[in-house]
């Protein structure tokens, strides 16, 4: 008897090691897979932000301007219409000609005054309709330079490469060079960046537009898919029979979380635009189109919260007589609602990254204004970031990385309100 | 390994465990609930065959036998919670005080509320101590108000032997108490609601010899106002707690009679096998 014990522990003693060196290898592997996920993830950020982050400062000249009525050409008139079709443009053009006398010709003049951006005098109006009594006074003002001065400034175009593959020429170059040793340029916090719609020049281009759009249509989105998901889940888990119709359906489910979303897109410009005459390029319609695409999400979400919720508090509640109505929903569904929370968060990033599906249905369109509503037409954050990525201009390279960055501090938001949840469910058991 | 030897031995011997109808009396005078030639499946599975017995008012009646051998099942159709099984099939006639409880038209919410259910495992809901007694009350509309509403809370709970040790928290989770609490607090939620019968599912399986001592002294106070069926896997608390007991084996219902003659006096060989710890 005791010999063979003895024979047993030798046996297991022999595995041993193989056992343990199976773990460590296992180990290591896990440790690498970890390794190699976050280097892309710290890649990623790294040449994001290294790109975007300075699209946060956007580079402004300060000018003497002389509020002169002479040089509005207004007269004696101080109304509104006025105010808002006079000539501002000439205000920082004779400013510029202050600072820089010695340019006489009409070409060089056209590149002094190219410096500043053309959407200076939209400034100026707005601050001289704000306060008509600021005519005829001298103000410091700081306006928005031009992109390309922008660049310079940043330091993100090359000075050293030959005049003519350069767009600045040497002459504007020097201008800015004097400038800056003036104490007149100047990098502030681009507010722009976050108010302003869309533009075609780059220092006057937001993602206000895009935010305000990806926010009506996540909310059409969630108004939508949250109740009906959840309506579905509960319905589906707790009151269908299992036949052959429910198991159908259930599978149809799952198939629909696995259809590519530009099929969605196709789908919402069939059905919403063509059928239903829903305008296009509106948040209503990406609304529904991701409604449609964040479904099966949601439904997959809540029908396995509700699994999850342990059998023995349906019990509880129905053998003190509750009837099924107050079962689910006194018991189940508070305890499953965090699940569900949890689905409908992940559902609605998934959404909020969404653009394919948008391009179908025209919201790829270029909008400058800010949707005042759900109808108004719009884009959102991804495909205004598709958008400035097509863009030629060299400012809107930084822009575009800027743009990912909030994207990408949203979602982080999102799921951190997600992983919040779940931790709360775990503690409630 | 000569221990071992006998066993096998013994159990080879010829026993006669025909089944040859339940042995004693299954019917008594003045039933609270009468059940006659009840069939339960599940699917192909025929796990209660043609079993009749009369449950009587204020008594205390254990349901013993091995496992598996359809006790539980038997329990569970007395208030209909078998219903929640789709593939559940239940045939032949249960009544409780002349109501046939299968009948189409009978509402099973309140069939519930009459017939209490006491589960295996503590289960009370993630709410407050107070919540969990009050929650029955409240759906059923039983209290006029709130003050009615503590009434019942705290004569449920004295009557459950949990008063002294919870008054201080009664806003505390119930979910907080100790295993032998948790269990005192859902029998005080059973009879928040005021049932007729209380059903117990091995009420005491999941708890220490104190708390299950608690427990067996709280079910032989409530006989004075419930009728209660328990089903245990201990014949120690069967003989303990219980005025009848009825030994079910394989799905039937093989013998039925007082305690005190099952336990001294088994008819049954099936019985007197299990009794004297042959085997289950």
């Known amino acids: ?429 | 390994m000569l221990a071992m030897n006998n066993l096998i031995e013994e159990r080879q011997q010829p026993v006669s465990t025909e089944f040859t109808g339940t042995v004693g009396d299954i019917s008594i005078s003045n039933p609270r609930m009468t059940t006659r030639n009840v069939d339960v499946h599940y699917g192909d599975k025929h796990a209660i065959m043609d079993v009749s017995l009369d449950i009587g008012r204020h008594e205390v009646l254990s349901l013993i036998g091995p496992s598996g051998c359809g006790k539980s099942t038997f329990l569970r159709c007395l208030n209909r919670m078998n219903d929640t099984i789709d593939i559940c099939r239940v045939t032949g006639q249960i009544k409780l005080d002349d109501q046939d409880i299968y009948d189409k038209n009978l509402d099973v919410v309140p069939l519930r509320a009459q017939v209490g259910m006491v589960f295996q495992k503590p289960n009370p809901f993630p709410k407050s101590i107070y919540d969990n007694i009050a929650y029955g009350p409240r759906i059923h509309g039983l209290a006029e108000d709130q003050t009615e509403l503590d009434g019942i809370v705290e004569g449920s709970l004295h009557r459950a032997g949990l008063w002294d040790e919870v008054k201080d928290r009664l806003h505390q989770p119930g979910t907080g108490l100790s295993g032998g609490q948790q269990q005192r607090l859902c029998i005080a939620r059973t009879i928040a609601v005021s049932p007729e019968v209380i059903l117990m599912d091995e009420p005491c399986s999941a708890l220490d010899p104190i708390a299950t001592a608690k427990i067996e002294a709280l079910i032989d106070e409530l006989r004075q106002n419930f009728t209660i069926v328990i089903v245990t896997h201990s014949m120690q608390q069967a003989a303990r707690v219980s005025q009848r007991t009825a030994y079910f084996h394989l799905g039937r219902l093989i013998e039925v009679g007082q305690t005190e003659d099952i336990f001294t006096n088994p008819q049954h060989k099936l019985t007197e096998d299990y009794i004297t710890g042959r085997f289950g």
């Not at chain 1, 502030?188 to 281009?205: H, K």
């Not at chain 1, 799952?254 to 390029?281: H, K, T, W, Y």
């Not at chain 1, 970031?385 to 960055?405: C, G, H, K, Y």
Request: hydrophobic residues 50%.
């Open chain 1, 1 to 429: 008897m005791s010999n063979s014990t003895q024979t047993t522990i030798e046996k297991v003693n022999a595995t041993l090691e193989r056992r343990y060196a199976k773990e460590r290898r296992f180990r290591k592997m896990g440790i690498a897979a970890i390794a190699i996920g976050l280097l892309f993830v710290v890649l990623l950020f790294v040449s994001i932000i290294s790109k975007g982050h300075s699209a946060f400062w956007q580079t402004h000249i300060k000018l003497d301007i002389e509020f002169s009525a002479e040089l509005l050409d207004i007269g004696d008139r101080r109304d509104i219409e006025t105010l808002s079709t006079a000539n501002y443009a000439a205000l920082t053009k004779a400013s510029l000609k202050a600072i820089f006398p010695e340019v006489d010709q009409r070409k060089g003049r056209r590149m002094l005054y190219k410096m500043i951006s053309i959407g200076a005098p939209y400034l100026l109006r707005e601050m001289v309709i704000n306060d008509p009594t600021l005519i005829g006074s001298h103000q410091t003002v700081w306006l928005p330079a031009d992109d390309d001065i922008d660049m310079l400034v940043k330091e993100q175009t090359d000075r050293n490469l030959p005049e003519s593959s350069r767009r600045l020429n040497d002459k504007v170059i020097g201008w800015v060079d004097q400038l800056m040793a003036r104490g007149a340029v100047e990098k502030l916090f681009n507010t722009t960046f976050f108010t302003a719609g869309d533009s075609r020049e780059p220092e006057l281009a937001g993602i206000g537009g895009a935010i305000t759009g990806s926010l009506y249509t996540l909310l059409v989105a969630l108004l939508l898919a949250f109740p009906i998901g959840v309506a579905t889940a509960i319905y589906l888990e707790e009151f269908a029979p299992t036949n052959r119709w429910t198991d159908m359906i259930e599978v149809n489910i799952n198939n629909l979380a696995a259809v590519p979303s530009i099929v969605f897109g196709l789908l919402g410009l069939a059905l919403f635009i063509n059928l239903a005459g829903l305008p296009r390029s509106a948040p209503l319609v990406g609304g529904l189109v991701l409604t449609l695409m964040t479904l099966p999400t949601i439904i997959i979400a809540s029908r396995a919260a509700l699994k999850s919720v342990p059998p023995s508090i349906r019990e509880a509640a129905m053998g003190i007589g509750a009837s099924k109505m107050q079962t689910i929903f006194h018991h189940v569904l508070p305890l499953a609602m965090p699940g569900m929370l949890t689905g409908t968060i992940i559902g609605m990033a998934q959404a909020l990254g969404e653009t394919a599906p948008l391009l179908m249905i025209g919201m790829v369109a270029f909008v400058v204004d800010i949707p005042g509503g759900p109808l108004d037409p719009s884009t959102v954050l991804p495909v205004q970031i598709f958008l400035w990525a097509d863009s030629p201009e060299r400012a809107f390279l930084e822009r575009t990385s800027a743009a990912i960055m909030v994207l990408l501090a949203f979602l982080i938001f999102m799921n951190l309100i997600a992983v919040l949840l779940r931790k709360r469910f775990e503690q409630q058991r």
